[in-house]
Antibody
Framework: QIHLVESGGGGVQPGGSLRLSCTVS????????MHWVRQAPGKGQEWVAF????????FYADSVKGRFTISRDNSKNTLYLQMKSLRTEDTAVYYC???????????WGQGTMVTVSS | NFMLTQPHSVSESPGKTVTISCTRS????????VQWYQQRPGSSPTNVIY?????PSGVPDRFSGSIDSSSNSASLTISGLKTEDEADYYC?????????FGGGTKLTVL
């Protein structure tokens, strides 16, 4: 059975940093592209970032480009999202998502809440 | 970048059929696959339609998807509505290396 478990969320002040982790099991992590998707309170889904299976390519939404960095450690079956210069509008539940192919968000984690507030 | 526009909410009675639309603002709807996700309250989204009209294993055949190039839109149709279908539904598509979600549609089954 496939599991994706996010951690690292919490409260942080504007301008601060946070690193999210996502530990996976039940599938070949090193063969799968991975996304981060976020959902602000009461809002819809927003794609944040994608990393190819081997980490060779990374892509970001304009709203986080230059502030967030997606990375992975295939030896640890773990996906990361380093977030810097956080803004109040970054407040959201952050989901780690397995990519089924280049277009489909296949399996979602349970999410971790990030709150940016002074 | 393009946008995907969905109705904010729809409602229908149990046993009936409902269709949720998703209109692409620019670029052809046929150029990239459309996916649909269901999110029940307090839960993470799950994929119910991929590649325009394909159902993942475990998704009942009451769920179907289609695209219409003439209106540049996609549709999710749920037939034989059940109270358990009450949820938020999101369409999603892509363009090169940008992935876009629609704003979501709240389905009420009453």
């Amino acid at each position: 059975q496939i599991h994706l478990v996010e951690s690292g969320g919490g409260g942080v002040q504007p301008g601060g940093s946070l690193r999210l982790s996502c530990t996976v099991s039940g599938f070949t992590f090193s063969a799968s592209g991975m996304h981060w998707v976020r959902q602000a309170p009461g809002k819809g889904q927003e794609w944040v970032a994608f990393i190819r299976y081997d980490g060779s390519s990374k892509f970001y939404a304009d709203s986080v480009k230059g502030r967030f960095t997606i990375s992975r450690d295939n030896s640890k079956n773990t996906l990361y999202l380093q977030m810097k210069s956080l803004r109040t509008e970054d407040t959201a539940v952050y989901y780690c998502v397995k990519a089924a192919d280049s277009e489909t968000f296949d399996i979602w984690g349970q999410g971790t809440m990030v709150t940016v507030s002074s | 970048n393009f946008m995907l526009t969905q109705p904010h909410s729809v409602s229908e009675s149990p046993g009936k059929t409902v269709t949720i639309s998703c209109t692409r603002s620019s670029g052809s709807i046929a150029n990239n696959y459309v996916q649909w996700y269901q999110q029940r309250p307090g839960s993470s989204p799950t994929n119910v339609i991929y590649e325009d009209n394909q159902r993942p294993s475990g998704v009942p055949d009451r769920f179907s998807g289609s695209i219409d190039s003439s209106s540049n839109s996609a549709s999710l149709t749920i037939s034989g509505l059940k109270t358990e279908d009450e949820a938020d539904y999101y369409c999603q598509s892509s363009d090169s290396v940008i992935w876009v979600f629609g704003g979501g549609t709240k389905l009420t089954v009453l």
